[in-house]
């Protein structure tokens, strides 16, 4: 197979196939599309996670970690896989409806990154993108599986991981449910970053050297900088271009994305803190 047909049948399964084109965000064609499978799936994930750190607390009084072998690094092997697979079919998808559609836009002087940022008013959640974004939203529940690994290993429940992996399968959601503008340069970041950071993970998992701790910290401020950007071109487009599509489902968002951010710099903040402290007792020991 020469490298042309490989790229030619990459991008066909991509971007091209018929379950891909035809996609519709239906009962029929999209398992999980409810609004009771949503609030059912996050209560269990909530309550789980809480029985798991207790019952952990009473069998085992010792806080010392329990092993649990390969699997995480399974997980964030195939994390990284399933975020690059994401990464390019969107990519792949929104070159394609940027090509299919490039005579609509010239008549309603629209770019194609205006269209990424901001869907015209009427978008319904069928196609390509949304067919990335809900395997994006499905994904979001394979990445929640960290919690359990964080609390048999490190026997700890965090109340920031509980709410940010709650909170990322709520914006998911919101994206197909209301084809919100936004998600598709949302879903470009994040799967970009999360294959590195999973694919991060994975090499500190299975032994390799760990070149900086704070290296998925730093992986999420750029994500999250990003976002910021992003929202403010969205409020813009949305303002001075006669507006776009999901508008209220952004707004939520942007607020969801707001409490996230200050839950996680609160959290760095504190990292950063005890890691001085941490600096200063080992001087004053040396001293």
Known sequence: MTETTMIQTLRYYLSEHPSIVGFRWTNSQSWGNTWVFLFISISAYIILSVFLHLFLLLVFRHRRPLPLGPIPAVHSLSMALISFTIFAGILLSAAAEIRDTRWFWRR??????????????GTRPSGRVFFWSYIFYLSRFVHSLRTFFTIIRRRKLSFYQLFNHSILIFMSFLWLEFSQSFQVLGIILTTSIYSVVYGYRFWTAVGLPSKCFHFVNHCQIVLLSCNVIC????????????????????????????AILFFFLNYYVKLHLEKKRKIGADKQKDN
């Open 108 to 121: 309603y002087k629209t770019t194609a990154f205006q269209w990424l940022l901001c869907f015209p008013i």
């Open 231 to 258: 929202h403010i071109g969205v409020l813009l487009l949305h303002l001075l271009r006669g507006g776009c599509n999901g508008i209220g489902a952004w707004i939520l968002n942007s607020v969801l994305n707001a």
